[in-house]
């Protein structure tokens, strides 16, 4: 990958498209990725771990759901096939990932209900009932704090955000760290070394 990470605005690798598949909640995935974006040859352990872990929405749900730093799109598409009538906004800041993200929405038949955006594109006026993130602890540890003072506040009054972090990574801290901001962190699992937090007003 030349100079690029995954969060690389506008990745300079050759796409070289291929695809992942996995599975979750008795559900079968076939995702398109590339090279340029976050764990591009598999879903990304943490990831199952938070798919597999949290409380996926219902059936019934409306939404809106977010997920913050979509990648090529796992959870995004998780969420639109759990909650088909949810609208789910997907935001990431590398373009090579938000166009996967809408290509893997099509492919789960969700492209009407999955608005894939840069960040300052979610209209300030949308109020999530669920986010969720993989976050890219990778940025920096002032960075994602900022990144999450961003995001939660943006959760409804009686909404919840479902975290995963590595503890090698920093997730008990950062779970010290949210509990300090004044919210209600609970950690909910931990599997394989990946703190699967929830987090409510
Ligand atoms: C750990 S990856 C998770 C990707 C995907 N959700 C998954 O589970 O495979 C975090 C993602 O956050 C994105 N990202 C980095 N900085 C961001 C920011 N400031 N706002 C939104 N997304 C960001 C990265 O480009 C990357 O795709």
Same mark, same amino acid.
């Given at each position: 990958?030349?100079? =690029?990470?995954?969060?690389?605005?506008?990745?300079?690798?050759? /796409?070289?498209?291929?695809?992942?598949?996995?599975?979750?909640?008795?559900? =079968?995935?076939?995702?398109?990725?590339? /090279? +340029?974006?976050?764990?591009?040859?598999?879903? !990304?352990?943490?990831? $199952? %771990?938070? @798919? #597999? *872990?949290?409380? @996926?929405?219902?059936?019934?749900?409306?939404?809106?759901? @977010?997920?913050?730093?979509? +990648?090529?799109?796992?959870?995004?598409?998780?969420?639109?096939?759990?909650?088909?009538?949810?609208?789910?906004?997907?935001? !990431?800041?590398?373009?090579? $990932?938000?166009?996967?993200?809408?290509?893997? $929405?099509?492919?789960?038949?969700?492209?009407?209900?999955?608005?894939?955006?840069?960040?300052?594109?979610?209209?300030? =006026?949308?109020?999530?009932?669920?986010?969720?993130?993989?976050?890219?602890?990778?940025?920096? *540890?002032?960075?994602?704090?900022?990144?999450?003072?961003?995001?939660?506040?943006?959760?409804?009054?009686?909404?919840? $955000?479902?975290? %995963?972090?590595?503890?090698?990574?920093?997730?008990?801290?950062?779970? #010290?760290?949210?509990?300090?901001?004044?919210?209600?962190?609970? #950690?909910?699992?931990?599997? *394989?070394?990946?703190? %699967? @937090?929830?987090?409510?007003?």
């Amino acid at each position: 990958m030349t100079g =690029d990470h995954y969060f690389t605005a506008e990745p300079a690798t050759a /796409a070289q498209p291929r695809e992942v598949e996995f599975d979750v909640a008795g559900r =079968d995935y076939t995702l398109a990725s590339a /090279a +340029g974006v976050f764990s591009a040859d598999r879903l !990304d352990p943490g990831t $199952a %771990v938070l @798919l #597999r *872990k949290a409380e @996926l929405p219902a059936g019934d749900a409306t939404g809106p759901l @977010l997920d913050v730093g979509c +990648g090529f799109g796992p959870i995004t598409c998780v969420l639109a096939t759990c909650a088909p009538s949810a609208t789910v906004w997907a935001v !990431d800041v590398n373009e090579r $990932a938000r166009d996967l993200t809408a290509a893997n $929405a099509a492919r789960v038949g969700a492209a009407d209900r999955v608005r894939v955006v840069a960040p300052d594109d979610v209209p300030a =006026d949308v109020q999530f009932a669920q986010i969720w993130s993989n976050p890219p602890i990778r940025i920096g *540890k002032a960075e994602l704090r900022e990144l999450l003072l961003r995001w939660l506040p943006r959760l409804a009054p009686d909404g919840v $955000a479902w975290l %995963v972090v590595a503890r090698h990574l920093g997730g008990d801290s950062l779970h #010290r760290w949210l509990v300090e901001q004044g919210w209600q962190v609970e #950690r909910h699992a931990s599997q *394989k070394g990946y703190r %699967v @937090l929830r987090v409510t007003r």
